[in-house]
């Protein structure tokens, strides 16, 4: 069971930055497909970003160009580099990996883009 603990939100003006931090632990992290997903209040929940375990990646077109998804793997982690933040991309944002059949979630951390 992979255990995932989410870091790296807050309160941001819009234009600006922001990284977040998924670690892992309890599995080999490496052969896992990870990616962010994010919530808006009143909404469902969507793909932001993913990256495969080979490295490949796939964006949102929402945040395509602003957005970085990355990962280390000597680090059990996974980034999201977020950059030209917009109130749109408000939300709590949980990271997930997969490796079929299994499916795993972090806590979700808040992210707040206003003025």
């Known amino acids: 069971q992979v255990q995932l603990v989410g870091s790296g939100g807050g309160l941001v003006q819009p234009g600006g930055s922001l990284r977040l931090s998924c670690a892992a632990s309890?599995?080999?992290?490496?052969?896992?497909?990870m990616a962010w997903y994010r919530q808006a209040p009143g909404k469902q929940r969507e793909l932001v970003a993913g990256?495969?375990?080979?490295?490949?990646?796939n964006y949102a077109d929402s945040v395509k160009g602003r957005f970085t998804i990355s990962r280390d793997n000597a680090k059990n982690t996974v980034y999201l580099q977020m950059n030209s933040l917009k109130p749109e991309d408000t939300g709590v944002y949980y990271c997930?990996?997969?490796?079929?059949?299994?499916?795993?979630w972090g806590q979700g951390t808040q992210v707040t883009v206003s003025s």
């Open positions: 997930n990996a997969k490796k079929w059949p299994s499916s795993s």
């Open positions: 309890g599995v080999i992290f490496s052969i896992y497909d």
């Open positions: 990256i495969t375990s080979g490295g490949s990646t």
